[in-house]
């Protein structure tokens, strides 16, 4: 699908399934929860729920790290230009 869109100009904005970063493998740009502290915050809770506590009881937990990523190669392939701005304030840049 993402050559498809390269080949058309088309920006995608793909989902992340099975923990795969949707940019590493062809998008252009994400921001969203932190993928690496997903894992963390998953053990601590089924640690609370595996020490009695009632999962019913426990509050709704909202992502506190977030990821900015922005994929050079995509960009370029699309006759993009990020900014230098922009790509300062990425966490990661993919070449």
């Known amino acids: 699908m993402s050559s498809s869109s390269r080949w058309h100009h088309i920006t995608l904005s793909l989902p992340c399934?099975?923990?795969a970063n949707p940019v590493a493998i062809?998008?252009?740009?994400?921001?969203?929860?932190?993928?690496?502290?997903?894992?963390?915050?998953?053990?601590?809770?089924?640690?609370?729920?595996?020490?009695?506590?009632?999962p019913a009881d426990l509050p709704v937990q909202q992502p506190t790290k977030f990821e900015f990523v922005i994929n050079l190669r995509t960009a370029n392939e699309?006759?993009?230009?990020?900014?230098?701005?922009?790509?300062?304030?990425?966490?990661?840049v993919i070449e």
């Open 78 to 92: 699309l006759g993009l230009t990020i900014p230098p701005a922009l790509l300062a304030r990425a966490d990661e």
């Open 17 to 19: 399934t099975n923990g």
């Open 26 to 54: 062809g998008g252009l740009a994400k921001y969203g929860p932190s993928q690496s502290s997903i894992p963390h915050e998953v053990v601590v809770y089924a640690g609370r729920i595996l020490n009695g506590e009632k």
